[in-house]
């Protein structure tokens, strides 16, 4: 590294690019993910990895003086850069908490703790605000996240508590803190008596079929089903452990769940 913070930063995840351009300093990225959308001008830089995996002399070749990963999915290549000598800093971050202790990490490595701060103070806020919005609604319908179709996944931790902030109770509590997509499978005849009142579905890369859901054996009479309630929040905003989530994502779940309360 130069000087007392990193230069020449590569990031392997969307949400590090975002989060540093929402700080002011995307002039350290050299390199970004290639499913980078968020902000559309990132996808500008220079295109270094996919997800799981990389292109180790792509990589190198932006000479970064410091990479940022995301958890386990990414421990391969992790351990391959710290073999060719780079420095690597890997976040692990599952609940909304971590994700502004996120926030506020990299703020804090890159010399903007300051801005840091500000960002997760106005994230804070507004989550406040829709949770007291949400407070208001007559009842809180009961919501299942289907994170993929098959195997049907349930919702990762942040997405469940983004649910109960924006007015809704999760189907399946007890799967959230699972950190691995197998051990949130569910068999889709348990979602049944369950009887989710909306279904949200962010299939990674696909487009969401309502019909599909609809023609899933017995989900006919789910109420969900039965009331024409299955949306779809694109993987980008909801599935994303950063500010997307935070703001797109949980608007987009309050404005859904919204509109089933008080029907």
């Not at 023609?215 to 452990?241: C, D, H, M």
Request: net charge neutral; aromatic share 8%.
């Amino acid at each position: 590294m130069s000087g007392s913070y990193p230069r020449r930063i590569a990031c392997l995840t969307e949400e590090t690019t975002e989060i540093l351009y929402l700080l002011g300093e995307q002039d350290r990225i050299v390199g970004v993910s290639g499913y980078t959308v968020r902000p559309p001008e990132a996808r500008l830089k220079p295109k270094i990895s996919a997800f799981t995996t990389a292109r180790y002399e792509k990589i190198m070749g932006v000479k970064p003086d410091l990479v940022l990963a995301f958890s386990d999915l990414q421990a391969d290549i992790v351990r391959e850069l710290l073999v060719r000598g780079v420095t690597v800093f890997g976040f692990n971050q599952r609940s909304v908490e971590e994700i502004l202790e996120t926030i506020l990490t990299l703020a804090r490595i890159v010399g903007a703790a300051a801005r840091g701060e500000a960002l997760v103070a106005g994230y804070r806020a507004e989550l406040a605000s829709i949770a007291e919005a949400a407070s208001l609604f007559p009842r809180r319908p009961r919501v299942f996240f289907e994170e993929w179709k098959d195997p049907l996944i349930s919702g990762i931790r942040w997405v469940e508590e983004l649910i109960e902030i924006a007015g809704g109770d999760p189907i399946f509590p007890e799967l959230r803190n699972e950190k691995a997509a197998k051990g949130r499978i569910v068999d889709p005849a348990d979602v049944i008596p369950r009887a989710p009142d909306v279904i949200v579905a962010s299939w990674c890369g696909m487009k969401v079929s309502p019909e599909a859901i609809r023609a899933r054996p017995g989900w006919g009479g789910i109420p969900a089903v039965r009331n024409g309630r299955i949306f779809e929040i694109k993987s980008t905003y909801i599935l994303q452990p950063g500010p997307a989530a935070l703001t797109d994502g949980v608007r987009q779940l309050h404005s859904i769940i919204a509109a089933v309360a008080t029907a």
